[in-house]
């Protein structure tokens, strides 16, 4: 096998649960890149050790010059998971990536030349090519300004309104490095001083919908931004239980909205649970299986009423 060129002083968090060949095809595209991270840390919430296995064998191939760690997971759930790992990394940045990626040539290698080409980025994260910011049709432009108040050229990149967050846009015009107002956690490095202890909030348990959001929002009050727009990777996003329950997703999503508002963007005024309100409407009206989601929807605002 040939080795990679450079080890980048990176420690890769990678949470993974009861899907060890997705796993595997992940690590096998990491391989291909020329430069790896120093450290490797899965963290696995299976009930069996098939990961662990692979763990153990890709860590041979690539030792000394990659430490790979598997540990089992003591709290279920991405965010939870993504903690424990940074717990106990030892590098001076964070690469948070998922277990379903595939990663395009010199992905990596551009990630990382794109947060040293500048001290002030505290993130960067890679252009998803199969999700990313498509031109909104007219009826959803017109919500994209109501919920920033006002238009724009573009909404790429751009968190609006109650915590209505937006992917980047890839355009042949723009430069491979162009400021954003979030991350994702799909496949970003993160300086370790820009990062919280721990980096996800307690409230983000199972599939952990918006924890990226809040995370990239706190990073943001100090640092800056960037998505690497040549670093590639494509998300072969997986079905899963956590998934499957539409009403529970729903109650999810309004529930962690809700605190990603109030909390990492301090917005409270009577406009914002306005545009709130006219958000989740939208959606509702936008989606299918519409008596789960509402169920979940009704089951959130009677938690949201309880903590009052």
Avoid at 257 to 264: D, E, P, S
Avoid at 279 to 307: D, I, V
Wanted: charged share 25%.
């Amino acid at each position: 096998m040939t080795r990679p060129l450079q080890c980048l002083p990176l420690s890769a968090v990678l949470p993974t649960k009861d899907r060890a060949p997705v796993l595997l095809r992940t690590l096998k595209s990491l391989t291909a890149q020329s430069v790896l991270p120093a450290e490797l840390i899965v963290v696995d919430g299976s009930m069996d050790d098939g990961a662990n296995a692979m763990v153990e064998q890709w860590a041979a191939d690539f030792a000394p010059a990659t430490k790979a760690i598997w540990l089992r997971a003591t709290t279920f759930g991405a965010a939870a998971q993504r903690n424990q790992g940074v717990a106990i990394a030892t590098q001076p940045f964070v690469w948070f990536f998922d277990d379903d990626i595939l990663f395009e040539p010199e992905c990596v290698a551009r990630l990382w030349r794109a947060i040293e080409s500048d001290e002030a980025l505290g993130g960067v994260n890679a252009m998803i090519v199969n999700q990313r910011y498509q031109p909104p049709g007219r009826v959803s432009r017109m919500m994209f300004a109501l919920m920033s108040g006002r238009n724009e050229p573009t909404f790429a990149g751009k968190v609006l309104g109650p915590a209505v967050n937006l992917l980047p846009e890839d355009r042949d015009d723009l430069p491979e490095v162009v400021s954003t107002e979030w991350l994702n956690t799909t496949c970003t490095i993160y300086r370790r001083e820009a990062l919280p202890d721990p980096p996800f909030d307690s409230i983000f348990t199972g599939y952990s919908m918006m924890e990226d959001l809040t995370l990239s929002l706190r990073v943001a009050k100090r640092w800056r931004l960037a998505n690497a727009r040549t670093a590639r990777i494509y998300h072969d996003s997986q079905p899963g239980a956590h998934k499957a329950d539409s009403a529970a997703l729903a109650e999810m999503e309004l529930v962690n909205r809700h605190y990603v508002m109030t909390q990492a963007l301090g917005r409270t005024r009577g406009l914002d649970y306005a545009r709130l309100a006219l958000w989740e409407a939208f959606q509702f009206a936008c989606s299918g299986g519409k008596g789960a989601r509402l169920r979940g929807k009704l089951r959130a605002l009677r938690r949201l009423r309880a903590a009052l």
